[in-house]
């Protein structure tokens, strides 16, 4: 069923007060807030740490019901994978099943490094993981451009998951994602009126900012720990967000589910791209959101 799914990778930025927040707002308000904005939230923080049951109770509480919510999955599954990760696995679905029977879950994203490559041991270890989570909405974000290739696509397809569409700075082992060229397909192709480019059922897309010159680069944070939010650093023009609208558009009416987040949340950039690309989206008349 076809769905316009739009929000941010975050929410608990405490810089956003002023930008997003009213000043009114506290912190322990904040998602109750963002309910009232967006419908979708992209949660980062069980990347970092085992979600729990719970916890993600208590996003659905706090958002009302209001809110879909998509997951991302913990490092152990995708960055720091070891023998135990069935285990991780398991540990992880029980903390999102609640989402999931409530009817809020809308992804569980698998987000792989630059340094997860296209090689055997890759390959199956991919297929063996994606087949735990059968039943469960899967999207998978590839950081390296080896794996963009139509065996790659067919096989998601097989098992029913979808691939993100990664907006970020054209670089050497980056995919080869231009939402520009992206739109000019949906424009000019003839057989996009039976098909879609997006593969899997929804059609994900992340905006991580175009900031080339600090993609690799590590910052230190309020906290003095090293980062790499340098990277999101980035505000879309509205000339630049105008160019999402047709794919948008397109990947609805051919019954995708639509998520879009925006990860690029320092100075609460995500937040003002998100409601600006809404807006947009909403005045081409196209989708009743």
Known sequence: MAQFLIGTSGYDYPEWKGVFYPEEVKRVDFLSYYATVFNALELNFSFYGMPTAERMEGFYARTEGKVFFSVKANRLLTHEVDGNWKNYAEDFKKAVTP???????????????????????????????????????????????????????????????????????????????????????????????????????NAYIRLHGRNAGAWYAVNEGADGQKNGSARYDYDYSNEELSKFVPVINDAYNKGKKVHVYFNNHPNGN???????????VELSNLLNI
């Open 99 to 201: 989402l999931q029977e409530k009817g809020v879950l809308s992804g569980i994203l698998f987000q792989f490094p630059e340094s997860f490559r296209y090689s055997r041991d890759n390959r199956f270890y991919l297929g063996d993981l994606l087949k735990e989570f059968c039943g469960f909405p899967v999207v998978v974000e590839f950081r390296h451009k080896e794996w963009i290739k139509e065996s790659v696509f067919d096989g998601l397809e097989k098992l029913n998951c979808s691939l993100c569409f990664c907006d970020m700075p054209q670089l050497k082992n980056l995919p080869d994602m231009n939402i520009g060229e992206l739109a000019d397909v949906v424009e000019r192709a003839e057989s996009i009126k039976k098909t879609s480019v997006f593969v899997g059922p």
């Open 270 to 280: 995500g937040a003002k791209n998100a409601k600006a690309l809404k807006e947009m």
